[in-house]
T-cell receptor, first 119, second 111 residues
């Protein structure tokens, strides 16, 4: 398989439960991004890793959200004490090492997403 | 902060009709601009991109031109097909590495 994979594809949680969402990026991709897509809206940035370093977490909506990428490959997005407003599709994207002269521009390859429903 | 505004949808067209989907943006500096497409049941895919003013991105018969003077990146296709039915997102990367998306617009093409 060559693409970004995410698991589970669907998750139903009761309010107050903790959830963990997994992202397997394309092998060798340095950068990894998490986005949240509410129904009828465009994706919104949550956080960004370069290798194992979390360089930007400005989009995380609260301290209930936590992301990690300990070995610079697989990443997990954890949501503690889920609330109904957390219901959304969570998208993961990865991109390769930027080519010289292109700055930070690189195509981001998206996974199919995890649809989280909090009851 | 950076933002992207797309025209309101949904849009329904007959096969072979001309398509325009409007997109304008606000960003500091010189962003790179993108159109992403999401086909039913699939993940987001890059459709086309443009990295500087007056660049034209094109793919699968779709085109968009980076217009700095009007801060726009409108998507066009001369003759749509049923298989073009999908959700289309305009997006930009500004001074940082993260994508900022518009709300998306659903296109339905009738046979």
């Amino acid at each position: 398989g060559a693409g970004v994979s995410q698991s589970p594809r669907y998750k139903v949680a009761k309010r107050g439960q903790d959830v963990a969402l997994r992202c397997d990026p394309i092998s060798g991709h340095v950068s990894l991004f998490w986005y949240q897509q509410a129904l009828g809206q465009g994706p919104e940035f949550l956080t960004y890793f370069q290798n194992e370093a979390q360089l930007d977490k400005s989009g995380l909506p609260s301290d209930r959200f936590f992301a990690e990428r300990p070995e610079g490959s697989v990443s997990t997005l954890k949501i503690q004490r889920t609330q109904q407003e957390d219901s959304a599709v969570y998208l993961c994207a990865s991109s390769p090492r930027p080519k010289a002269g292109t700055g930070s521009l690189n195509e981001q390859f998206f996974g199919p997403g995890t649809r989280l429903t909090v009851l | 902060g950076d933002s992207v505004t797309q025209m309101e949808g949904p849009v329904t067209l007959s096969e072979e009709a001309f398509l325009t989907i409007n997109c304008t943006y606000t960003a500091t500096g010189y962003p790179s601009l993108f159109w992403y497409v999401q086909y039913p049941g699939e993940g987001l895919q890059l459709l086309l991109k443009a990295t500087k003013a007056d660049d034209k991105g094109s793919n699968k018969g779709f085109e968009a031109t980076y217009r700095k003077e009007t801060t726009s990146f409108h998507l066009e296709k001369g003759s749509v097909q049923v298989s073009d039915s999908a959700v289309y997102f305009c997006a930009l990367i500004g001074a940082n590495s993260k994508l900022t998306f518009g709300k998306g617009i659903t296109l339905s093409v009738r046979p």
